[in-house]
Nanobody, 116 residues
Framework: QVQLVESGGGLVQAGGSLRLSCAASGTIFSSSDLGWYRQAPGKQRELVAQINRGGSTNYGDSVKGRFTISRDNAKNTQYLQMNSLKPEDTAVYFC??????????WGQGTQVTVSS
């Protein structure tokens, strides 16, 4: 059973930075597509960033140029570097893994709060 464990959330002032990490158990990490999503109160969960097994990335329009997704297959960990944070980035952030077996796994979520 795959487990995803997130860390790195917290409270930061507008304009600041945070780095989220998501560590995965199991041996299928390197062949999986990865991503980060977020959900603000009263809103639907939305895509933040994706990185596929080949390293290609895709970002939500609201975070382009500010956030960077990356992966370290040797550590079974994906990262989300968030710079120039805005109050509207406040949300619970979830990491996601989609495996070659067409199974989706989610992390438990980590709160990011950006104060103005």
């Amino acid at each position: 059973q795959v487990q995803l464990v997130e860390s790195g959330g917290g409270l930061v002032q507008a304009g600041g930075s945070l780095r989220l990490s998501c560590a995965a158990s199991g041996t299928i990490f390197s062949s999986s597509d990865l991503g980060w999503y977020r959900q603000a109160p009263g809103k639907q969960r939305e895509l933040v960033a994706q990185i596929n097994r080949g390293g290609s990335t895709n970002y939500g329009d609201s975070v382009k140029g500010r956030f960077t997704i990356s992966r370290d297959n040797a550590k079974n960990t994906q990262y989300l570097q968030m710079n120039s944070l805005k109050p509207e980035d406040t949300a619970v952030y979830f990491c996601r893994m989609y495996t070659v077996h067409r199974t989706t796994y989610w992390g438990q979520g980590t709160q990011v709060t950006v104060s103005s």
